[in-house]
């Protein structure tokens, strides 16, 4: 964090004199939806913290064990190097969606899933996506009809179109009432995702870092929570 918040403690966050006391997040916007809720907490606690959003890039693992980035939502899988600490987050489980009166609702096999265009978010990592990944192990072939730069895009154009999307549930489950979506199960295994919140291994015991590690938890689970719920739903729509 900047500006001093190392030095003040829990009390210090709450009560910081400092004309600001920042935070930088490195989270991909799949977990958009998580942050009214996170700066809800936040400024309830601590009016005087800020809280800096960045996307996850080549640097974040770097950024974290140095403690230029505070905090990283990252998956379990990416490999940590030294100096960077992580607990569980949960699991981010898979789901399709379209707009309601979809024709490929009625019935979602693999067929129909091949045969409609999907909409896929470029994230600019590098190699296949689980969804590809998991299409192409099954001779599958997934036609993409638009990529678009980040999750944020995705509600409006499924909303407006007949192109369909395979992504988490946490990314659209608050916003499937609002644009008039719904979500089937997908037609293929696809294994969940499991998430990691990671920092810097010598702030572990930093007061200022465990206040925010703990706010985070709290506002991310609560959304996962959310996406659950979904997940026990969706396959009746």
């Known amino acids: ?11 210090g966050v709450q009560t ?22 996170l700066l809800e907490r936040v400024q309830r606690a601590a009016p005087r913290v800020a809280l800096q959003w960045e996307t996850p890039k080549s640097s974040t693992l770097l950024d ?6 505070d905090l990283a939502l ?36 693999k067929k129909t899933w091949s045969a409609w265009p999907h909409i896929v978010v470029g994230t600019g990592g590098d190699g296949r996506s689980p969804v590809a990944e998991a299409a192409h192990r099954l001779s599958l072939q997934r036609t993409v009809g638009l ?4 999750f944020g ?28 979506l719904e979500a089937r199960k997908t037609p293929f295994e696809l294994p969940a995702m499991k998430q990691v919140l990671a920092w810097s291994t010598r702030l572990t015991n ?18 996962l929570r959310q996406a659950c719920r979904l997940n026990t739903t969706y396959s009746h729509g």
Do not use: N, Y
């Open 1 to 11: 964090a900047e500006d001093g918040i190392r030095d003040i403690g829990v009390t």
């Open 16 to 37: 910081c004199a400092l004309p600001i006391c920042r935070f930088r997040l490195a989270v991909p916007d799949l977990a958009v939806s998580m942050f009214p809720s």
């Open 64 to 69: 974290l064990s140095e403690g230029l980035v």
């Open 74 to 109: 990252l998956p379990e899988a990416v490999k940590r190097p030294e100096g960077v600490s992580a607990e569980p987050m949960g699991e981010l489980h898979w789901a399709c969606f379209m707009r309601a009166g979809h024709p490929a609702l009625a019935k979602l096999g």
């Open 147 to 150: 990529t678009v730069p980040h």
């Open 153 to 180: 895009a995705v509600a409006p154009l499924l909303a407006g179109s007949d192109m369909i999307a395979t992504l988490p549930t946490i990314v659209l489950a608050d916003a499937m009432k609002r644009f008039g």
């Open 206 to 223: 930093d007061p200022g870092s465990v206040w925010l590690r703990r706010r985070f938890s709290e506002a991310f689970r609560a959304q």
